[in-house]
């Protein structure tokens, strides 16, 4: 009979609880002391068991297998549960035709447009900031990525009353999922408080995005009824964004390929995938830029010379090289997706390690990222590791932020474009000056490791 290595269990597991206690105590910290037990270890959070893999490598085979490991286990059970099978959360047999389906929304050839959309919302939020008042940074640049997302990716304009009821449902909806993963089955469907606070508001969310597309498939019929050589753009402007490709995507017999459920799925995976995400990473690198005054320095120079006290547009985009290096490095040590779970579809292995199916397993850009051996001093804030070495022929650092294989994140791009327009123009406009204290990390992370309110006050500059 062939040997199989067995996954250790990491040490420090309590009868009934398991590690529940520590992971949820301080979860970054706990997954940080994994990698020291092996390449695969098993961590109890109550009656779940779910192995964490803890090599570069082994998680390489874990993503680029995403039909052997599908999306599945306690997060993306929850996740179901607020996005049905929109493309986060749909399994690896329906991924493929979805992804195929919008992905032309995200092609390089809108960006100018989206960078035109996101430079005109930025400028108008900078603008609406009192003077010498303070604002929470979280609030305002999570304000300007939902609204920039709608605009871009949905083709439509989010009204203020309808951002602040999606943003506080958006909220709850990432403590809960994050809660209820941690929670046995059963606990999840008592109707305890907490449980009919996220039913509310995951049905809110949806009720609002039913609205939403309701409005644009009323706009886009008002516009293909007008004359169409007048409007050659049918969709209200926005062209292939995502809703107009997937309002039009027909099945073989003629008839909309989607249910409005799925689209419905597909509009709130897209709008909780693509908010607190980018807004996190931007928060992030302004508080680790104030935490290190030699990148802040580098920062705000290159920033100063490159748009001399304006919003950064798209043609500044080459030249704001340290800033997208900075974010870049922010996504590094603080991933906003930081701990992502998988289901093993049948009995396989993983690095010779034999897992039945039906293994829950998790991977954790966070803990990869931390890597001693992975990246030099991995706890330095250094923007300057991800500078382009001479030829380039070094293999790439090791960077899963965005994750990796079929299922990595598709509006990767969009992202890193929004990252950098906000993060330049938000330093342009003057001194950024948070409220000291604060932490150097989220101390319990969410679903992403978000910051946290984040009081700022700009001191603009005097013409
Ligand atoms: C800094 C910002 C972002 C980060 C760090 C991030 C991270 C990720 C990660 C790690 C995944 C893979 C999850 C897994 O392996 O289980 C993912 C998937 C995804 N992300 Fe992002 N994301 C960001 C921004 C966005 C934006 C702006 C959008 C939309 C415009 C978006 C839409 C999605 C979607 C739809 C998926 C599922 C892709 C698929 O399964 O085909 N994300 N993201």
Not at 104 to 131: C, K, L, N, V
Not at 157 to 183: K, N, Q, T, Y
Not at 278 to 287: D, S
Request: with cysteine; charged share 20%; hydrophobic share 40%.
């Amino acid at each position: 009979m062939a040997h199989h290595p067995t996954v250790a269990v990491a040490p420090g597991a309590l009868p009934g609880l398991g590690h529940l206690a520590r992971f949820v105590r301080a979860p970054l910290a706990f997954v940080r002391t994994l990698p020291a037990h092996g390449e695969l270890v098993e961590i109890r959070l109550g009656s779940t068991r779910l192995v964490v893999v803890c090599d570069p490598e082994l998680t390489r085979t874990l993503l680029l297998h995403d039909r052997v490991f599908d999306k599945g286990g306690p997060l993306y059970r929850r996740l179901r549960e607020v996005g049905g099978t929109g493309l986060a959360t749909c399994p690896a047999a329906e991924h493929r035709q979805r992804r195929r389906l919008v992905q032309p929304a995200f092609h390089q050839r809108h960006f100018p447009g989206y960078a035109r959309i996101m430079a005109d919302r930025t400028d108008a939020m900078i603008s609406s900031w009192p003077e010498g008042r303070t604002v929470d940074l979280t609030r305002e640049t999570r304000r300007i990525t939902a609204d920039a997302l709608v605009a871009t990716v949905f083709g439509a304009d989010l009204d203020p009353a309808v951002h602040s009821s999606l943003a506080a449902d958006l909220h709850e909806l990432m403590a809960g999922v994050f809660r209820r993963s941690l929670l046995p089955e059963p606990l999840c469907r008592l109707p305890t408080l907490g449980n009919r606070r996220h039913a509310r508001a995951a049905s809110h969310a949806r009720r609002t995005m039913g609205e939403l597309i309701a409005g644009y498939r009323a706009r886009k019929s008002c516009s293909d009824a007008s004359d169409a050589s007048d409007n050659p753009d049918a969709s209200g402007g926005y062209g292939d964004g995502l809703l107009s490709l997937l309002l039009s995507a027909r099945t073989p017999d003629g008839s909309g390929a989607f249910s409005d459920e799925e689209l419905i799925d597909h509009a709130v995976t897209f709008y909780v995938a693509g908010t607190e995400t980018t807004a996190g990473a931007v928060c992030w690198a302004v508080r680790f830029s104030t935490l290190h005054p030699h990148v802040h320095r580098r920062l705000t120079e290159e920033i100063a010379t490159v748009l001399g006290g304006r919003t950064a547009t798209w043609d500044d985009l080459p030249r704001l090289e340290y800033t997208r290096r900075t974010l870049t490095e922010t996504l590094r040590l603080c991933p906003p997706g930081w701990f992502l779970t998988r289901q093993a579809e049948e009995d396989t292995r993983l690095g010779g390690y034999f897992l039945p199916r039906g293994t829950t397993l998790a991977y954790s850009p966070y803990l990869l990222h931390h890597l001693p051996g992975e990246h030099a001093d991995p706890d330095t804030f250094d923007p300057d590791r991800w500078r382009p070495g001479p030829g380039d022929s070094a293999p790439s650092p090791l960077f899963l932020a965005f994750g990796a294989g079929a299922r990595r994140c598709i509006g990767d791009e969009f992202a890193l474009l929004q990252g950098t327009l906000l993060l330049a123009s938000i330093l342009s406009h003057g001194d950024l000056r948070l409220r000291p204290g604060g932490r150097p990390l989220p101390r319990l992370p969410q679903l992403t490791l978000n910051p946290g309110p984040l009081p700022a006050r700009l001191v603009r500059a005097t013409p």
